[in-house]
């Protein structure tokens, strides 16, 4: 019901910046409201790092509070995640997500749908 499709990872040195995108396509009788990222390094659990809503709300990880910065083109159900001062414990894959909205309701939370992943790679 929705694809979502993920770009700008890569790899930098440390106290670097990346710009990840993710494009979201969804069939027209839904909408979002809020999209995310999150992100899971090697042997570790998928965490958040940071949503936005529709109406500009963002939330964060403390870990990237003050290095991180979530924005979205609503009108292109587009999110962007600028990472600055990046550290070695930034390295993860950074998957990804919206919910899923209609006539109102909510049918799909964050964490439904994922994107393939886009791989951040900080070396010291």
């Known amino acids: 019901q929705v694809q979502l499709v993920e770009s700008g990872g890569g790899l930098v040195q440390a106290g670097g910046s990346l710009r990840l995108s993710c494009a979201a396509s969804?069939?027209?009788?839904?909408?979002?409201?809020?999209m995310g990222w999150y992100r899971q390094a090697p042997g570790k659990q998928r965490e958040p790092v940071a949503t936005?809503?529709?109406?500009?709300?963002?939330n964060y990880a403390d870990s990237v509070k003050g290095r991180f910065t979530i924005s979205r083109d609503t009108a292109k159900n587009t999110v962007y995640l600028q990472m600055n001062s990046l550290k070695p414990e930034d390295t993860a894959v950074y998957y990804c997500?919206?919910?899923?909205?209609?006539?109102?309701?909510?049918?799909?939370?964050?964490?439904?749908?994922w994107g393939q992943g886009t791989q951040v790679t900080v070396s010291s």
């Open positions: 936005v809503t529709n109406g500009g709300t963002t």
């Open positions: 969804a069939l027209s009788i839904f909408s979002i409201n809020t």
């Open positions: 997500t919206t919910d899923l909205v209609r006539r109102g309701v909510l049918v799909a939370t964050l964490g439904t749908y």
